[in-house]
């Protein structure tokens, strides 16, 4: 099983200005996107990762986004959604604390 993409949601209130763009091939991929969503409920800043490496496996990936999340307030919650090569999406309400990824499946 391997990741073929990741997508991460944030309130646009939690992102600190200046963040700085993420090194993917640290992530495992070899694209990244930031992208602004406006709506009328409320305003989301998404951090899509696709095109992964022949060396891109989940816990690598979740040791290198709990760094970029040190950026972060503590606590900011943000949802997750990986995606493999044999099995449907996963889905995940996220946030850190007390230096810990705690994740919550959706469905």
Not at 4 to 33: A, M, R, Y
Not at 60 to 80: A, I, N, Q, R, V
Request: hydrophobic share 30%.
């Amino acid at each position: 099983m391997s990741m073929t993409s990741v997508t991460i949601t944030v309130p646009s209130h939690f992102v600190p200005g200046g963040l700085p763009t993420p090194d993917c091939k640290q992530f495992g991929f070899n694209g990244f996107e930031r992208s602004f969503i406006r709506s009328a409920k409320d305003n989301t800043v998404t951090f899509a990762f696709f095109a992964p490496t022949t060396n891109c496996n989940e816990e690598h990936f979740d040791e290198e986004l709990e760094k970029y999340f040190w950026h972060f307030s503590k606590g900011t919650p943000f949802t997750m959604k990986k995606e493999f090569d044999d099995q449907p999406p996963e889905h995940h309400q996220c946030k850190y604390l007390n230096n810990k990824l705690i994740q919550e499946s959706l469905f």
